[in-house]
């Protein structure tokens, strides 16, 4: 009415006008209501006639007024679209295109229509989609939201749906580089020493095919050790600034998604030519240095180039089975590659007692893998413990990476460093309080030193009780990448910068052109820029989420029966809410989240507190982070691939609760 008489319009933006105004995010519920969530933790409703002129996420300005003695909030104005490009499934409306966007506060089918050269008849109820959004309601003349849909990713019923929809919805590559016809080494100017006659081992999964480091071990009569730690160096084939080193720096890293991976480089080089298969003569950058009997790494650092001959692929489980049983069944190691093992593991046990003696160890934990069938449903998942073999291979990476920091910080000052800051610095005092009452022996001008931080590390190690060590979690920093030399306090290093992994990840790529620089004493054919950091950063953080997302999707059908079949589950509390608690169900590595409702219906009774880490039933502490307990599965959500679990043992309704109830079943 108001839009057909030019005087009551003028008149309502008169009284607008005078009304105050705020900005914040929007926050939308099941309910069709939502909030107006100020930046000073402030909430505003808003009614459900203005919540269809915004979506979840979008950062708007917003009238406040008073309507039916409340305080509402009215959408005005758009400061930030919370999406544009989005992922999600057609749903066709009286025959017309509309598009659902997946994810979880956004239900609503937006008005759709296909770009140009997509046929719309391919579009059908349910297929997947990338779409744009293009119209808002509070944006010009615009009355209703509208999308464009930019292209399919695939139909609604294809099991490998999990794989393209994520990485489509992460803006990943789907399939490796693009083979060239044939490959040649670049002339570096190195020369490379011929080691093929010395037996270096590779010890990697029973599937791995981009084998790229590979270690010859010398123990020496005073109980030191020599260690070569050769790896594979797709450089000699890759120049900075060639179509596939571009290439390589825009993907960033191997993607690794539960059942299958996409390479960083095309597969003939991380499959064949580079990688450090048996009895194939190989390129390799290498580093030798000595360890004494305590495991402290000698100043003898020496990288250089050389030729190496892998004589022997062997698995992690079938070294660990020799190591840990004295024998495995069907293999049996020749009397030069046992040798080998056993000196890769006196060396492995000296730095890792240094390690943990002096630096920081973190607690094993086991590695979830799906099985899948070939049709890529899922059958099974399988637990993978840290065994011998994998933290051999594991100090001797360490080790390597420890030498490539010290190389490079001397030489050149600059290089791809992992580094990490200890606590947050405006998050310390708030640690400091929970060591105070702890009791932990530390003062806070110790935690801002790497010594002493690796201190608190280890002894939060011994703790009966994990509560505390997950709790100072929440105030430390996170781990970073930068091209200066800095501590990493996390692992208790002075300095780290990984190279060991160039077929899989970019920056060592950069590590590996500096350290040829080293070695020749020629100018570097890259350093690495003020952006590397961040540029790294990205990819991890969006590989971690696709990998995070294909799993959420994968136990969604792998535990689809759990609810019906009532299966009980051992569950990690790892994250406290104020709605609720997240678990880790040990069996599986399946993350689920339990409601406060689930844990005790009256919401009286129940505090979650998050700064805490803890929830209090009837003033009492019934949960904390880090406890294990027995959950069963209460909903699984498929279309928002959720686990919605709550806890086997029961909290009665109190005296007062069960009257409430006894009175509303007799009035209904």
Not at 171 to 185: F, G, K
Not at 597 to 621: A, F, T, Y
Request: glycine share 6%; net charge negative; aromatic share 8%.
């Amino acid at each position: 009415m108001f839009q057909d008489n030019p005087l009551l319009a003028q008149l309502k933006k008169q009284i607008q006008e005078t009304l105050p105004k705020k900005e914040g995010n929007i926050k939308a519920t099941d309910r069709g209501f939502g909030f107006l969530e100020i930046d000073n933790k402030e909430s505003i409703f808003i009614p459900p006639n203005y919540m269809k002129n915004v979506m979840h996420g979008d950062r708007v300005v917003a009238v406040i007024r008073t309507e039916k003695e409340r305080e509402v909030a009215e959408p005005q104005e758009l400061v930030e679209q919370f999406i544009t490009r989005f992922i999600g499934r057609v749903k066709l409306i009286r025959d017309r295109l509309h598009v659902v966007p997946d994810h979880p506060q956004l239900k609503d089918a937006i008005k759709a229509r296909p770009v140009k050269g997509l046929n719309p008849e391919l579009l059908k109820e349910g297929d997947w989609v990338v779409a744009n959004l293009t119209r808002h309601p509070l944006v010009g003349d615009n009355k209703t939201f509208f999308c464009e849909i930019k292209e399919k990713i695939t139909d609604s019923n294809d099991k490998i749906a999990p794989w393209w929809v994520t990485l489509a919805h992460h803006d990943l590559p789907n399939a490796e580089p693009a083979p060239q016809e044939s490959w040649s080494m670049l002339d570096e100017g190195l020369e490379r020493e011929d080691l093929t006659a010395l037996p270096f081992i590779t010890i990697d999964g029973e599937s791995t095919k981009d084998m790229d480091d590979a270690i010859y071990t010398v123990k020496k009569d005073d109980g030191s050790f020599e260690i070569t730690i050769a790896i594979a160096d797709p450089t000699s084939y890759i120049a900075v600034g060639d179509k596939m080193d571009d290439e390589a720096r825009q993907r960033g890293f191997t993607i690794y998604l539960p059942g299958r991976n996409i390479p960083m480089l095309p597969r003939e080089l991380s499959d064949e030519l580079c990688s450090l298969l048996e009895d194939e003569k190989r390129p390799t950058l290498c580093c030798r240095v000595s360890i004494d009997s305590d495991g402290v790494i000698q100043d003898d650092i020496h990288f250089f180039a050389a030729w190496i001959k892998s004589q022997g692929r062997l698995a992690y489980n079938n070294v660990s089975d020799l190591l840990e049983h004295g024998q495995c069944e069907g293999w049996e190691p020749n009397a030069v590659i046992l040798e080998q093992i056993t000196a890769l593991k006196g060396f492995a046990d000296a730095r890792s007692h240094w390690r943990a003696n002096n630096a920081v160890v973190f607690p094993d934990r086991p590695d979830y893998r799906f099985e899948l069938s070939e049709d890529n449903d899922v059958i099974a998942i399988h637990t993978d413990p840290r065994r011998t073999a994998n933290r051999m291979i594991e100090e001797a990476m360490i080790t390597a990476n420890i030498c490539a920091g010290r190389a490079l910080q001397a030489k050149f000052g600059m290089g791809v460093f992992n580094y990490h800051n200890g606590f947050n610095p405006e998050k310390l005092d708030t640690a400091m309080e929970f060591l105070t009452n702890a009791e932990a022996p530390f003062e806070k001008e110790q935690l801002l030193t790497l010594e002493g931080f690796s201190a608190l590390r280890r002894w939060l190690n011994d703790q009966d009780s994990t509560y505390l060590d997950n709790r100072l979690r929440k105030f430390q920093a996170y781990s970073e990448v930068g091209n200066k030399p800095a501590a990493h306090y996390a692992m208790g290093l002075d300095v780290y910068a990984t190279w060991t992994s160039p077929i899989r990840k970019y920056g060592d790529m950069i590590n590996h052109r500096l350290l040829k620089a080293l070695i020749s004493g020629q100018e570097p054919s890259q350093t690495p820029d003020d952006n590397v950091g961040e540029e790294i950063a990205t990819h991890r953080r969006s590989h971690r989420m696709a990998e995070r997302d294909v799993a959420d999707w994968l136990y969604v059908r792998l535990l689809k029966d759990a609810v019906k079949q009532e299966t009980v589950f051992t569950a990690e509390v790892f994250d406290i809410n104020r709605a609720g608690m997240r678990v880790r169900l040990l069996e599986n590595g399946a993350a689920a989240f339990i409601p406060a409702p689930l844990i005790v219906s009256e919401k009286s009774r129940i505090e979650c507190s998050g700064d805490l880490g803890i929830i209090n039933i009837d003033k009492i502490k019934e949960f904390q982070l880090g406890d294990s307990f027995e959950v069963k599965l209460a909903e699984i959500r498929s279309a928002t691939r959720q686990l919605i679990a709550k806890p086997v043992k029961q909290f009665p309704a109190t005296e007062a609760a069960a009257a409430d109830a006894t009175n509303e079943a007799e009035k209904a």
